[in-house]
Nanobody, 127 residues
C-alpha cells in the first residue's frame, strides 16, 4: 500500500523555521520525483517545491525560492522541506506528493502530475 506521511508542522513566529518530513512507503520511491504542495484556508493547492528521483534537480515556486530547501534521502525513503524566514503567508496545510511517472526528466509544478498525496501537516506562522 502506497503511503506518504508528513510530520514536523506546527506554530511558529514570523521569521522562524520549520523542517517538514515525509516518510514514504509502498513502492520504490527512489525511482520517482517527489514534492510539496500547500493549501491556505479557502484557497486551492499551491505548488511549493519538487525534487527529482536522484536529488540532482529541484524546482521551487517563486514564493519559496531563497527561503525553502527540498531534499531527499532515498536510503530512508524520506523527503524533507526546510523552511526558513517564514511569513504569515506561508500558513496552510502542507502535503507531500509523489510523481505518477518514474524517472521523470523534467520536474512538474502541476498538481495533476502527482498521483500520491499524504494527509497533510498544518503550518501556522504568526505575525
Amino acid at each position: 500500500q502506497v503511503q506518504l506521511v508528513e510530520s514536523g508542522g506546527g506554530l511558529v513566529q514570523a521569521g522562524g523555521s520549520l523542517r517538514l518530513s515525509c516518510a514514504a512507503s509502498g513502492r520504490t520511491w527512489s525511482n520517482f520525483a517527489m514534492g510539496w504542495f500547500r493549501q491556505a484556508p479557502g484557497k486551492g493547492y499551491e505548488f511549493v517545491a519538487a525534487i527529482n528521483w536522484s536529488g540532482s534537480q529541484t524546482l521551487y515556486a517563486d514564493s519559496a525560492k531563497g527561503r525553502f530547501t527540498i531534499s531527499r534521502d532515498n536510503a530512508k525513503n524520506a523527503v524533507y522541506l526546510q523552511m526558513d524566514s517564514l511569513k504569515p503567508g506561508d500558513t496552510g496545510v502542507y502535503y507531500c506528493v509523489g510523481d505518477r511517472i518514474p524517472g521523470r526528466q523534467r520536474l512538474d509544478a502541476s498538481a495533476g502530475a502527482y498521483e500520491h498525496w499524504g494527509q497533510g501537516t498544518q503550518v501556522t506562522v504568526s505575525s
